[in-house]
């Protein structure tokens, strides 16, 4: 079993049809209004999860530490998606699809951050690869507000193939490079696109640059020149769909 903790992200897995959760654990913590709990417990109570009340030090084992909020909820291993998946799921607004790929991202926060920020720009979802990289883990779908049990997450063997396959199916990939490329403001973003962005520290692997049909910088004035790479992708992903938004006459 996994678990999931947090209000708002299980919350936000309660919501989801279907919901995947099978039982829910609770502690009267300090910080939970009744009005919280009583929600918790009433969507619990609709989708028939079991409710079970603990002592707070239990609940700070399973999570490993005390930022859970009171609330832990438990669901089978976490059910990676494939790419048929990710084509099914662009959003109904835009014409295009949208992929983030993330080349060797080892931090659960920032995995999580992007898989969160991809999902609010309507991406189809996220691909990382099987090695080297962060999975989704409950820190992962904590920092992804949830989002990461909405947003299919496909991880395969080899990043660069997956990327070739995609450009087969008419996919312009473009790289973010911190020293390299266009200015995104310089770039027109048109047709379906797989935004790839690189490990935290050494950005993307170079075979992983190669198979990049573009690659896209960020203009910075400050006397720091990098970006925190889940913030780097926020910025990219909001250029995309803003241009997009304005060519195809949609918000």
Known sequence: MEIIYGINPLAEALRMEPC????????????????????????????????????????????????????????????????DQIMKNRHP??????????????????????????????????MIPEHRTATVTAAVIKASAGAALLTPVVRVANLSRAMADLKKQGFWIYGADTHAGQKIHDVTFQGDIGLVMG??????????????????????RGKIDSLNVSVAAGIILNDIVRKWAYMEGVE
């Open 199 to 220: 490990s935290e520290g050494r950005g993307m692997r170079p075979l992983i640059r190669k198979q990049c049909d573009f690659l896209v910088s960020i203009p910075m």
């Open 20 to 83: 995947r959760l099978v039982k829910i654990a609770v502690v009267n913590a300090k910080g939970m209004t009744k009005e919280t709990l009583h929600s918790i417990l009433n969507l619990a109570a609709t989708k028939s999860i079991p409710v079970t009340f603990k002592e707070k030090r239990e609940i700070d084992k399973l999570t490993g530490h005390g930022a859970h909020q009171g609330v832990v909820g438990f669901y089978p291993s976490f059910a990676y998606a494939d790419l």
């Open 93 to 126: 607004v835009s014409l295009h699809h949208l992929i983030l790929l993330l080349d060797g991202i080892t931090d659960p926060q920032n995995l999580g951050a992007m898989i969160r920020t991809a999902h609010c720009h309507g991406a189809n979802g996220v």
